[in-house]
């Protein structure tokens, strides 16, 4: 009986007891494995390369036609995205600007480093201008163009939007510079900045049917 009691009290306590595990083991076990974001960066820096030949060869294709080209019309829910989309990137440049303009440290999450990016020398443009600051206005200048051109009707609203593309475009350059920065300068990504980028790349692809369809010639004219 005595014996019993010695092995179930035994057992109780193997089964309490925690297992002994490593310093290195325990922190795994605490925090969620952290990735670099590298591949994430790599990817993201193709699709907008890719991107970018698919409006530029689009644009020169109607540009260089001889005969009208016609170009199709987007439904009013996909010209929705513009606006949309528009304010989602006014959120991240927001808080891209805070964190670069207060010191505060950013939430990156399980992928790569924000913190890394914002307080390297290539977060404020030459020095002086956050990047988040002017990624706000860009995503502010390109609300405002496309509510121009869908409330106004004067000549400016013919144009806007080929600024829209046009500022769609300089966007895009200026994600893939600062995402070649993150994979071979700084050597980190930032998962806010990646997302700007794919948001400016949804953009400028969704801009740019009506950028040609603001001056391509209707089939048929003359």
Same mark, same amino acid.
């Given at each position: 009986?005595?014996?019993?009691?010695?092995?179930?009290?035994?057992?109780?306590?193997?089964?309490?007891?925690?297992?002994?595990?490593?310093?290195?083991?325990?922190?795994?076990?605490?925090?969620?494995?952290?990735?670099?974001?590298?591949?994430?960066?790599?990817?993201?820096?193709?699709?907008?390369?890719?991107?970018?030949?698919?409006?530029?060869?689009?644009?020169?294709?109607?540009?260089?036609?001889?005969?009208?080209?016609?170009?199709?019309?987007?439904?009013?829910?996909?010209?929705?995205?513009?606006?949309?989309?528009?304010?989602?990137?006014?959120?991240?440049?927001?808080?891209?600007?805070?964190?670069?303009?207060?010191?505060?440290?950013?939430?990156?999450?399980?992928?790569?480093?924000?913190?890394?990016?914002?307080?390297?020398?290539?977060?404020?443009?030459?020095?002086?201008?956050?990047?988040?600051?002017?990624?706000?206005?860009?995503?502010?200048?390109?609300?405002?163009?496309?509510?121009?051109?869908?409330?106004? &009707?004067?000549?400016?609203?013919?144009?806007?939007?080929?600024?829209?593309?046009?500022?769609?475009?300089?966007?895009?350059?200026?994600?893939?510079?600062?995402?070649?920065?993150?994979?071979?300068?700084?050597?980190?990504?930032?998962?806010?900045?990646?997302?700007?980028?794919?948001?400016?790349?949804?953009?400028?692809?969704? &801009?740019?049917?009506?950028?040609?369809?603001?001056?391509?010639?209707?089939?048929?004219?003359?």
């Amino acid at each position: 009986m005595r014996r019993n009691f010695w092995i179930i009290s035994l057992m109780s306590v193997a089964l309490i007891a925690p297992l002994p595990v490593s310093a290195a083991q325990a922190q795994s076990f605490a925090a969620p494995a952290q990735s670099s974001g590298m591949e994430l960066a790599a990817v993201v820096m193709a699709l907008q390369l890719l991107a970018l030949v698919y409006t530029g060869v689009t644009f020169v294709r109607v540009w260089s036609s001889n005969t009208p080209v016609a170009v199709s019309s987007a439904p009013a829910w996909l010209d929705l995205l513009t606006p949309a989309l528009s304010v989602i990137g006014l959120g991240v440049a927001g808080y891209l600007t805070y964190v670069e303009t207060q010191g505060a440290p950013a939430v990156c999450g399980p992928v790569g480093d924000c913190n890394a990016v914002q307080t390297s020398s290539y977060a404020k443009l030459f020095g002086v201008l956050p990047v988040g600051l002017l990624g706000a206005a860009g995503y502010v200048a390109i609300l405002v163009a496309w509510l121009w051109g869908h409330i106004r &009707s004067d000549r400016l609203a013919d144009y806007a939007p080929l600024a829209i593309l046009a500022m769609t475009v300089f966007g895009v350059l200026f994600s893939i510079y600062l995402t070649f920065l993150e994979l071979f300068v700084i050597r980190a990504v930032c998962i806010w900045c990646l997302s700007s980028a794919v948001i400016m790349a949804l953009l400028m692809l969704l &801009s740019t049917s009506p950028a040609l369809a603001s001056f391509a010639p209707e089939p048929g004219a003359d």
